[in-house]
């Protein structure tokens, strides 16, 4: 016996991506609706790569009675309207915008860091997906801290423009054409030229000078992995597709050598360590698309404080990022609440 299983948002990036995941990983799914807005009713979707076509319907009309989840990937603005009913009627959901991250109410989940979290998803009957960059980084920085306790986290983030959806992917795409034949390259989703170019400003600007996607790393691994941990972040939009990658440099407050943390990240749930210190021994962006893992590469000492390290860490943003960590959640759900059968 398997779940009913919603995705709202199915025409999207990331609602696409999580058909794939749920299709790939055999999600014990019974039935599965796809929601998506008014303009997209009746077109269709496939689920995965199995060649089964699910019509989209209306998600403002929709019933949610009856049905066990709901992965959500459709924005703050429509997810406030829709996930409080989908919950109301007994449809937890599993959201993956940043609407309900700092909810104290409403568990921040990556199933590899803090699973014993999900328990307190019955107050809300919902349940916070991360911000992309901050998922893959809580991954790589769980393993560490529980061996030698971080302190202080510096990261500067090289981000793809997957991220900021299909139309950030379409403007790379034109603007790099538009340079290669001499036409003008006129940013619209960007502030600033995205082609050939890198942009250290994503979501709005705060008081402090830092951007809300600063913040989000900073508040997040907080609440997901260790309130006490000092974090500060650089967020910048690169020239990819798909992929982010980060710089982390660690301050732990005791003494970790570079031999050991490989150790330790080669054993590590959701991580791949790639580190020969040789030419092309590391992972970037175009190598991690399609992959589950968070890859791990370039870890060495830092010899300016007692105890550092610097990593360089990259995945796939729209699997580990938000569609990947979504399901993972449901499984997680599956398996400690809603067992079936």
């Not at 019933?63 to 429509?78: K, R």
């Not at 959901?93 to 991250?101: A, E, K, T």
């Not at 006129?186 to 994503?202: D, L, R, S």
Request: charged content about 25%.
């Amino acid at each position: 016996m398997g779940y009913k299983i919603v995705v709202a948002g199915a025409t999207g990036n990331v609602g696409r991506e999580m058909l794939a995941i749920l299709a790939e990983r055999e999600f014990p799914a019974d039935e599965i609706a796809v929601l998506a807005s008014s303009r997209s009713h009746g077109t269709e979707v496939e689920f995965g790569e199995t060649g089964k076509m699910l019509k989209i319907q209306n998600i403002e009309h929709f019933d949610w009675s009856g049905w066990d989840m709901a992965l959500f990937a459709i924005g703050s603005e429509a997810t406030k309207t829709f996930a409080p009913k989908a919950a109301a009627a007994g449809c937890t959901v599993i959201d993956n915008s940043s609407l309900y991250r700092m909810d104290p109410d409403v568990p921040l989940i990556v199933p590899e860091v803090n699973p014993e979290a999900i328990d307190g998803y019955k107050v809300r009957n919902i349940i916070a997906n991360p911000n992309c960059s901050t998922a893959q980084m809580v991954v790589a920085l769980k393993p560490l801290h529980d061996t030698a306790k971080i302190k202080r986290v510096v990261v500067a983030t090289y981000q793809s423009v997957s991220g900021a959806g299909k139309e950030g992917m379409d403007e790379l795409f034109e603007q790099s054409r538009n340079i290669f034949v001499g036409d003008t390259a006129e940013p619209k989703k960007f502030t600033k030229q995205i082609a050939f170019n890198v942009i250290p400003h994503i979501d709005s600007f705060l008081d402090d000078g830092s951007t809300k996607e600063e913040w989000k790393m900073v508040a997040e691994t907080k609440k997901i992995l260790d309130s006490k941990i000092k974090v500060t972040a650089t967020c910048v939009r690169v020239p990819v597709f798909v992929g982010h990658s980060e710089a982390i440099n660690i301050e732990f407050e005791k003494e970790l050598s570079a031999k050991k943390a490989q150790s330790i990240l080669r054993e590590a749930p959701g991580i791949m360590l790639v580190d020969k210190h040789e030419d092309g021994g590391y992972t970037t962006p175009v190598e991690c698309v399609g992959d589950y893992a968070t890859f791990i590469s370039r870890v060495r000492e830092d010899s300016t404080v007692d105890s550092g390290l610097n990593i360089w860490c990259v995945s796939d943003n729209l699997r580990k990022g938000a569609a990947l960590n979504a399901v993972q959640i449901a499984e997680l759900l599956g398996r400690k609440h809603l067992k079936k059968g």
